[in-house]
Structures are given as C-alpha cells and as structure tokens.
C-alpha cells in the first residue's frame, strides 16, 4: 500500500505526525477522502474528526475546523485546536457541553453569544465522539 506523510498543526504546535494510506475528513463542502497522489488542494474543514488509516488500523483526531493542505507527498492539517483521540479529556468536553447548553437556553442573550455557545457545544459534542470513536 502507497503511504503519505500527513501532519496535524495547531497554534501551540504539531499535534500528530504519522505516515498514512488514507486521509479522511469533514470539509465544509462534505466528505472528503485523500489518497497518496492525489491532486493539490487546499480544502476548509468543518468540526470534526480526522480519520488516519493505516495497516488496518484508524486513529482519530478531533479538530475545530481549519485547513487541510494536499500536496504531491503529503497532507497538513492547520486546525485552531486539535487533539488525538486518546487526548482528549471527556470529563471537560461534558462540563463543556454543558455549559453551552445552559447558555443555548437562556431566553435573554445575542445572537453572537447564542452563535459563540452554538460552536461550543459543537466542539465539546465531537471531542465527546472522537473519545469514543464514534463515526
Ligand atoms: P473549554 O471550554 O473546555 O476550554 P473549548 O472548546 O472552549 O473548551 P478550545 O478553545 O477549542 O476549547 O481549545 C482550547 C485548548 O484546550 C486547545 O489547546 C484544545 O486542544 C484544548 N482542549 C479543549 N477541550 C479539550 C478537551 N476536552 N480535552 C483535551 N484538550 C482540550
């Protein structure tokens, strides 16, 4: 099986190096899957999971959006926060949740707040689901 080197990127470093068979994720357009060779691009993602396939086995990263950069031989990840699966601290992303749920239903609240815990409680529900792997 052909490999590609793909790196997970945040502000506060790299997060994940490995070498690869597969590439698959949430873009902002829909489902996106990358192979070794595939066609230079330059893709905004959603909230999500990254899936890393190799030798039969996946390990997953949950990221909050960003970018995903093909290039001939290798795939970069830049995402404001991302964390392996096995990182993830589930007990923050629930107190997280909830949190946002709180503020989702306060009745006195902007719509930026209402659209800033909208996101939260996204981030903390796909934290909770990479922990799990569930997709
Ligand atoms: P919280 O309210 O718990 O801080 P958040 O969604 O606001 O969650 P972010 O702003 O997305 O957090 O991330 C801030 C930093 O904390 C990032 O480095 C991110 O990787 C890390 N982080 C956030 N939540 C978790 C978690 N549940 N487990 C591990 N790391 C986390």
Redesign the pocket.
Known sequence: MKTMKVSVV?P?GP?HESEVEMVSTKAQSGELGVLPGHIPMVAPLAIGAVRLKNGGKTDFV?V?GGFLEVRPDQVTILA????KAV???????L??KE?AEQRLNESKQSAIDFKRAE??LR??VN?INV?KGDF
């Open positions: 945040t506060d997060v949950a909050t404001q926060a991302a964390e990182d993830i601290d589930v007990d923050r992303a107190r997280a949190r996101l939260a981030r903390a934290r922990s």
